[in-house]
C-alpha cells in the first residue's frame, strides 16, 4: 500500500507565504512525477506545478514566479513554497504522484489541505 500524508496548510494573509509538504509512504519503486493540484470552491481541480525524478518542473500561468515546487527524493517528499500570496489562491491543495512499484505504475492523490488567504 501507499500512502500519500500532506501538510502545511492554514490560513495567511494576502502578501504572505506558506510551505507545504506531501510525504510518499509505502511499497515504492521511485516516482517519476510529482505534482501539486488545487480545488476552489466550485471550481475545477487544476494542476498548480510538477517536478519529474530529475527536478524539471512547470507551472500554471497563475502561479509562476510566486510558488517554487521542489523534491526530496531520499524522503519520496515534494514541497510547494508559497510566496506573494493571493485571496484567488485560496483552495483546498492536493498532492498526486506517478508511484512504480511491484504493481507498476500508479497513480495516487493525497487527502488535501486546505490553503485559505484572508485578511
Known sequence: QVQLVESGGGLVQPGGSLRLSCAASGSIISIPQ??????????QRELVAAISHHGDTNY????KGRFTISRDNAKNT???QMNS?????????????DIR???????????????????
Open 101 to 119: 512499484n511491484q504493481r507498476g505504475l500508479i497513480n495516487y492523490w493525497g487527502q488535501g489541505t486546505q490553503v485559505t488567504v484572508s485578511s
Open 34 to 43: 510529482m505534482r501539486w493540484y488545487r480545488q476552489a470552491p466550485g471550481k
Open 60 to 63: 500554471a500561468d497563475s502561479v
Open 78 to 80: 515534494v514541497y510547494l
Open 85 to 97: 500570496l493571493k485571496p484567488e489562491d485560496t483552495a483546498v491543495y492536493y498532492c498526486n504522484d
